[in-house]
């Protein structure tokens, strides 16, 4: 049995090729994880899929989100309320 292959990615992307759209392709870049934080390769990782594992893997996440309370859009914005310049200290 060969070892199971761990990576890290980020920025994933849904590729449907219009030839076969029944093989979606799951694309990000690969990070390596460094003692200064992630740092993107340059390598991208393409995961092929049935429309039925990507289906899958879609139910899967939508349930890991709402059982650990992810936000339902990653790119909301951050509100800092900050205090007009004479409140400062």
Same mark, same amino acid.
């Given at each position: 049995m060969e070892?199971? !292959?761990h990576l890290v990615g980020s920025r994933p992307a849904v590729l449907v090729a219009k030839s076969d759209p029944s093989t979606p392709i799951i694309y990000c870049e690969k990070v390596d994880q460094t003692a200064?934080?992630?740092r993107p *390769?340059? *390598? /991208? !990782?393409? &995961?092929a899929l *049935?429309?039925?594992?990507?289906?899958?893997l879609l139910k899967? &996440?939508? /349930?890991a989100q709402k059982v650990h309370g992810w936000p339902d859009h990653p790119d909301e914005p951050v509100l800092t309320n900050v205090p007009p310049e004479s409140q400062r200290h």
């Open positions: 070892e199971d !292959i200064d934080g992630p *390769t340059g *390598t /991208n !990782i393409h &995961l *049935t429309s039925r594992d990507a289906v899958r899967a &996440l939508q /349930n």
